[in-house]
C-alpha cells in the first residue's frame, strides 16, 4: 500500500479531490475501524479539540483504492497548510506523496502564491525535495507537488473550475443564476453594502452562483454536499482542460495508471 497526504485550503477542495478520485476506484472510508494503522495518529482522540466546543475536530478525509491510501487534510486557509503538513508528519512515518492545492487570488499570482507555500515548507525544514513551479511534480521519494487552482497561471479559485463543470451539466440553471447574480451586481435588490460586504470581494460573484446552483441541487446542505453528489465533476466535465490538469497532477502525485 502507498499513503499520499494531501493538505486543501477547505473542504470543498477535499471534495474536489475526493470526486476526481473516484473514477479511479478510490472510496470515502467513514469508519475508523475500517481505517488503516498507518492513519490512525491523524485521528484525533479527544473531544473538544484543543478545549474548544465550537472547533471543528481537525480530521483528514480518507480516500482508498486497491493500492494507494489518501488522506485530504483541509487547512483552513492558505496560512496554515505548512503547519498542517508539520503537525501531521510529525505523528507518522514520511508518506509516499505529499501534495498541496489552494487558490490563487486577485491581489496575488499564481506563482506568488505557490512560492509563499513552498518557502513556508522549506522552512519547516521536512527533508522532502520540493517543486520548483505550480503543478509540477517532483518524482523522487515521496511524490511532492503543488498546485495552485485553478490552473498554475490565471488568477481565479476551485469556483472556476465548478462554472465550467456547471457549462457542461447545468447550462440553463446557470444562466439564470448568471441572470439573477448580475442583477445583484447592478444593485437590484437594495442590498446594504455590509450585506454585500463578502459578495464584492473579486470572487464574490462567481461564489455566489456556485452556492445559488448548489442550493438548487442540494436544498439546505453545504456547497461540498453537492460536489460530493451532484454532477459537477462527471462525465465529459473531467474533459474539459483545466479539469484535466487537476486530475493529472493528482495522477502523478499518486503514481496511479
Same mark, same amino acid.
Given at each position: 500500500?502507498?499513503?499520499?497526504?494531501?493538505?486543501?485550503?477547505?473542504?470543498?477542495?477535499?471534495?474536489?479531490?475526493?470526486?476526481?478520485?473516484?473514477?479511479?476506484?478510490?472510496?470515502?472510508?467513514?469508519?475508523?475501524?475500517?481505517?488503516?494503522?498507518?492513519?490512525?495518529?491523524?485521528?484525533?482522540?479527544?473531544?473538544?479539540?484543543?478545549?474548544?466546543?465550537?472547533?471543528?475536530?481537525?480530521?483528514?478525509?480518507?480516500?482508498?483504492?486497491?493500492?494507494?491510501?489518501?488522506?485530504?487534510?483541509?487547512?483552513?486557509?492558505?496560512?496554515?497548510?505548512?503547519?498542517?503538513?508539520?503537525?501531521?508528519?510529525?505523528?507518522?512515518?514520511?508518506?509516499?506523496?505529499?501534495?498541496?492545492?489552494?487558490?490563487?487570488?486577485? +491581489?496575488?499570482?499564481?506563482?506568488?502564491?505557490?512560492?509563499?507555500?513552498?518557502?513556508?515548507?522549506?522552512?519547516?525544514?521536512?527533508?522532502?525535495?520540493?517543486?520548483?513551479?505550480?503543478?509540477?511534480?517532483?518524482?523522487?521519494?515521496?511524490?511532492?507537488?503543488?498546485?495552485?487552482?485553478?490552473?498554475?497561471?490565471?488568477?481565479?479559485?476551485?469556483?472556476?473550475?465548478?462554472?465550467?463543470?456547471?457549462?457542461?451539466?447545468?447550462?440553463?440553471?446557470?444562466?439564470?443564476?448568471?441572470?439573477?447574480?448580475?442583477?445583484?451586481?447592478?444593485?437590484?435588490?437594495?442590498?446594504?453594502?455590509?450585506?454585500?460586504?463578502?459578495?464584492?470581494?473579486?470572487?464574490?460573484?462567481?461564489?455566489?452562483?456556485?452556492?445559488?446552483?448548489?442550493?438548487?441541487?442540494?436544498?439546505?446542505?453545504?456547497?461540498?454536499?453537492?460536489?460530493?453528489?451532484?454532477?459537477?465533476?462527471?462525465?465529459?466535465?473531467? +474533459?474539459?482542460?483545466?479539469?484535466?490538469?487537476?486530475?493529472?497532477?493528482?495522477?502523478?502525485?499518486?503514481?496511479?495508471?
Amino acid at each position: 500500500m502507498r499513503y499520499a497526504y494531501l493538505v486543501v485550503e477547505g473542504p470543498h477542495d477535499v471534495e474536489l479531490v475526493g470526486r476526481l478520485l473516484k473514477p479511479h476506484g478510490f472510496k470515502r472510508e467513514n469508519l475508523v475501524a475500517r481505517l488503516d494503522p498507518y492513519w490512525q495518529p491523524l485521528v484525533p482522540s479527544k473531544f473538544p479539540f484543543g478545549g474548544d466546543l465550537s472547533r471543528r475536530v481537525p480530521v483528514p478525509t480518507f480516500f482508498i483504492a486497491q493500492a494507494v491510501s489518501v488522506a485530504v487534510h483541509a487547512a483552513g486557509g492558505d496560512s496554515e497548510i505548512a503547519n498542517r503538513v508539520e503537525e501531521s508528519l510529525a505523528l507518522s512515518r514520511p508518506p509516499d506523496a505529499l501534495g498541496v492545492l489552494l487558490d490563487a487570488d486577485s +491581489t496575488h499570482s499564481p506563482s506568488d502564491r505557490f512560492m509563499a507555500v513552498r518557502d513556508a515548507l522549506q522552512d519547516k525544514k521536512l527533508g522532502f525535495a520540493l517543486p520548483t513551479r505550480a503543478g509540477e511534480v517532483v518524482t523522487t521519494h515521496p511524490h511532492c507537488g503543488i498546485f495552485v487552482l485553478p490552473d498554475n497561471v490565471t488568477a481565479g479559485t476551485l469556483e472556476d473550475l465548478l462554472l465550467e463543470c456547471a457549462q457542461v451539466h447545468f447550462p440553463a440553471l446557470l444562466a439564470d443564476v448568471q441572470m439573477l447574480v448580475g442583477k445583484v451586481q447592478a444593485g437590484a435588490y437594495a442590498l446594504a453594502a455590509e450585506e454585500l460586504k463578502d459578495f464584492n470581494k473579486p470572487a464574490g460573484p462567481r461564489k455566489a452562483t456556485v452556492a445559488c446552483i448548489a442550493g438548487v441541487l442540494k436544498p439546505g446542505k453545504a456547497i461540498q454536499v453537492s460536489i460530493q453528489d451532484n454532477r459537477w465533476l462527471d462525465g465529459a466535465a473531467l +474533459t474539459r482542460p483545466r479539469i484535466s490538469a487537476v486530475l493529472l497532477f493528482l495522477k502523478e502525485l499518486l503514481g496511479l495508471p
